[in-house]
């Protein structure tokens, strides 16, 4: 099944990308693995006609908002994000009438829609920078998690107002859950996902999202043992990359169900029947494009 993969990506002048959670089998046929920020910035440059995005859905609106004129393939339609539904334009809208001076940051895991009607965008792993560079004297309107705003809001000492949704997954993590594996690898670092509740933030070593991660570990010396407070799937490529370090899912349950649904079996039908295919109409596009720019700008200038 992978020769028939690799055969039918050059034949569709392909690239695949895949999302940190995704199953191993997929992160090894990927091109390229990343987290939200990395895999937006690689649909943006690739050369290739055809994108096969492996992740969830508002990932792969995010690589046709970027290259509309590519077809971008998601493999599985039902795979979204129970975040980014937490949240829709008609909700932000009225949030911004109530708010007339605030500055309205959409993290990337929201709908095209959702960050049309937004100023900015950002991701875990730059949600901090594109917060404090919001002017001084404009409370931020943060979409769509509240943790991840809450966490912001810390690290900058700006006022954030939060939306209240999160993702479930992260969210079900609780401190309890992190003393426990604490207690059976005490000579472990936690390292947790800002979408997780502050009290598990605050017992973490390191608070970063997936590439900020694995950036993480990469540092550490051999024989460290490290904590993970995020989807599992995560920890295929922290021990593929480190093979002299231990690391540990904080919980069993730490699974992201719908990060989980693309199979092998999906990525090569996708390729061979070029469905389905991802599109945003053209006035949301053009709009949750500006957005992103101004996103990349902010990471552009502050290095
Ligand atoms: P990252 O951008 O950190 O990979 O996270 C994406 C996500 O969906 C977290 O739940
Ligand atoms: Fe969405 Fe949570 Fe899954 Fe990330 S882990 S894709 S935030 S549901």
Redesign the pocket.
């Known amino acids: 099944m992978v020769r028939r993969i690799v055969e039918l990506k050059r034949d569709r002048n392909a690239v695949i990308l895949a ?2 959670y995704q199953r191993p089998e997929v992160q090894d046929v990927a091109d390229f693995t990343g ?3 990395e895999l937006s910035r690689l649909a943006a440059s690739a050369k290739q006609d055809v994108i096969v995005f492996c992740g969830v859905r508002f990932m792969a609106e995010t690589a046709a908002i970027l290259c509309p004129e590519k077809r971008v393939l998601l493999p599985v339609l039902e795979a979204g ?1 129970a975040l980014a539904d937490t949240a829709t334009a008609m909700q932000v809208w009225r949030m911004r009438q109530l708010h007339p001076l605030a500055v309205v940051v959409a993290y990337v ?1 929201t709908s095209a829609a959702v960050k049309a009607e937004s100023d900015l965008c950002c ?3 730059n949600a901090v920078e594109v917060v404090r560079s919001v002017e001084p004297g404009h409370p931020v309107i943060f979409v769509s998690d509240r943790n991840l705003g809450q966490y912001a809001a810390r690290m900058t000492g700006r006022h954030v107002i939060l939306w209240e949704g999160s ?1 479930p997954t ?1 969210a079900a993590v609780s401190a309890a859950d992190i003393r426990r594996a604490k207690s059976k690898h005490p000579e472990a670092q936690v390292i947790a ?1 800002p ?1 997780c509740r502050p009290e598990v933030l605050d017992l973490a070593d390191h608070v970063a ?3 900020g991660m694995l950036a993480y570990a990469a540092e550490q010396p051999p024989g460290t043992a490290v904590l993970v407070a995020t ?1 599992l799937g995560v920890i295929h490529r922290l021990r593929k990359e480190n093979p002299d370090k231990a690391f540990f899912p904080a919980t069993d349950y730490l699974v ?1 169900p719908t990060m989980k649904l693309t199979t092998l079996e999906d990525v090569l039908r996708s390729l061979e029947t070029m469905e389905p295919g991802i599109t945003v109409e053209e006035a949301v596009r053009v709009n949750a494009r500006r957005a992103l720019d101004r996103m990349m700008a902010v990471r552009e200038t502050s290095g």
């Open positions: 999302h940190n987290d939200s920020l994000c895991n991701t875990s792993g993702c992260h996902h979408e999202g997936t590439a989807d992201c």
